[in-house]
């Protein structure tokens, strides 16, 4: 029996994202591992309820782009999550929260050079180590290490 993954892919409308994406699902993806698409979308300073429709609707568009690259490989499961981050300088911290609210064994993110990596430089409990791949348009942070059977 397989143990099934659950791997969050950061989306993000830059192009190292779609890269990440693409090396997670040749290189990182088996049969029956879920995916999450998070997409945070900063908060709107102004209390426009329109402006915060708009910036989730483009966040759900942003991410259905990015489901549509998963559809090109058979077998994957997708989710799709857009939320609220408090302020665009946390966004890192509100990606972290919901990767362990999702309980991931591993998030890809694209790495360009206004990510929110740089911004944000302690987003992870100093137990959890991460590696950079092969690509080195993509990171990978693994929450805990894969348990084969």
């Known amino acids: 029996m397989v143990d099934v993954r659950k791997i969050v892919v950061v989306v993000e409308e830059v192009e190292a994202a779609k890269t990440a994406l ?22 709107s300073r102004s209390k426009s309820k329109k402006k915060a429709r708009l910036l989730r609707l483009n966040g759900f568009q942003l991410a ?4 549509d690259i998963c559809n ?23 990606i972290a929260a919901m990767v362990r ?8 993110v694209g790495l360009h050079d206004h990510s929110f990596l740089y ?12 590696r950079i791949c092969p690509s080195p348009t993509a990171i990978i942070w693994r929450s805990r290490k894969s348990r084969r059977k």
């Open 22 to 43: 693409q090396w997670a699902l040749h290189n990182l993806i088996r049969y029956e591992d879920i995916i999450t698409l998070l997409h945070v979308y900063p908060s």
């Open 64 to 67: 259905l782009s990015f489901k």
């Open 119 to 130: 911004n944000v430089p302690d987003i992870t409990p100093p137990k959890i180590p991460y």
């Open 72 to 94: 090109n490989f058979p077998n994957t499961k997708v989710e799709i999550i857009v939320t609220e981050g408090d302020q665009e300088d946390q966004v890192g911290a509100k």
């Open 101 to 108: 609210e999702i309980g991931a064994s591993s998030l890809v």
